[in-house]
């Protein structure tokens, strides 16, 4: 009998892909199942393999090989397992090289394994497509600091429930007023940047709310009678578990998914921010949701903290160079 699965993360990121093709036992997935319900990152870790893998299986369903050019794939790739092979029997150049390239290439003759070799090509394709540029592997400490904080948490999900119930029967259409520039300028708009993920929804307030001792730019959204919340919060040491804001965003690591008191929060960090959408609707619809209507305002976010840092660049270049000069004069003595 084997000794049951030890799941952290490591083994369940290990794991992730036999469990999403159905290879594993019966009490390995449940193993898994239980891990993702008490991890927020692994949980988000496991619904952006799926998406990654229906998006793959959906551009392979409209792209196909001709029998022709599959068929001449398949030759080719059985001419050079050949030459492999024989460079292996004859002691040709490197032997041990030529076999075991005659040996990797000869296992790619099936055309199931042809079409995974292409699947795996395009989902790199996707991948660099996709990720921006500061996404990258995080490592195990970097996931870590990314973790976000009870008191987050809380506070959002309280936010939603108290602040955005009070809005369900408002009249709508809402505009965020011109006084969330005071709290965040890059809030200025947040409607209408929104808007562009918000189909299907109707916005019934826009305001800056507090909920226990962090302040939120809130968009409450209704669809069919159901609530949804867009919150943008700053991102401080209060914000994250380890106590201390990482000096790098959390957009490679992908939505955060959490559920307090039956409701759902998916999160997204940039470099200053944090953008959130709560809703009473299920985990993973709530999560399809956070991710159509969080992707415009966390790339109005990333554009506008950019935008602040060349800002902030150029002041400290020309503070420095007005220093100087300020030295320089300083040290010129009369005549």
């Known amino acids: 009998m084997k000794p049951p699965v030890v799941m952290d993360c490591q083994n369940f990121k290990e794991l992730l892909d036999s469990y999403l093709c159905g290879e594993l036992a019966v009490e390995t997935n449940h193993t898994m199942l239980c891990h993702a319900e008490r991890c927020c990152v692994c949980r988000g870790e496991m619904a952006a393999r799926r998406r990654l893998r229906a998006s793959l299986r959906g551009a392979c369903s409209k792209e196909k090989m001709s029998d022709l050019a599959m068929e001449r794939l398949r030759a080719r790739i059985r001419s050079e397992a050949g030459a492999g092979a024989h460079a292996a029997r004859t002691g040709n150049g490197k032997w041990m090289r030529g076999w075991f390239a005659g040996l990797f290439k000869a296992w790619f003759l099936t055309p199931a394994v042809v079409g995974l070799l292409l699947v795996a090509a395009l989902g790199l394709y996707v991948l660099r497509r996709g990720t921006s540029e500061d996404a990258r592997r995080l490592t195990p400490e970097q996931i870590k600091a990314l973790e976000l904080s009870g008191s987050l948490m809380a506070d959002s999900a309280s936010g939603h429930r108290s602040c955005a119930a009070y809005f369900v029967n408002a009249a709508g259409p809402a505009e965020m007023p011109d006084s969330v520039r005071e709290y965040d300028p890059a809030c200025v708009g947040l409607d209408k940047v929104a808007a562009k993920g918000a189909g299907g929804l109707l916005l019934r307030a826009a305001h800056v709310c507090e ?125």
């Open 211 to 335: 909920s226990g001792d962090r302040k939120f730019a809130h968009l409450v959204y209704t669809r069919s009678g159901g609530l949804v919340s867009l919150f943008v919060t700053v991102r401080d040491c209060r914000a994250l578990k380890s106590g201390a804001a990482p000096p790098f965003s959390g957009l490679s690591l992908g939505p955060q998914r959490f559920t307090l008191d039956h409701i759902a929060v998916g999160a997204y960090q940039t470099l200053k921010r944090i953008v959130l959408v709560a809703s009473d609707l299920s985990e993973d619809e709530t999560g399809a949701l956070a991710e159509r209507l969080a992707r415009p305002v966390v790339e109005h976010l990333r554009k506008a903290e950019a935008g602040a840092g060349l800002e902030e660049r150029l002041i400290g270049l020309r503070t420095a160079e007005f220093s100087h000069r300020g030295h320089g004069a300083h040290r010129v003595k009369p005549q």
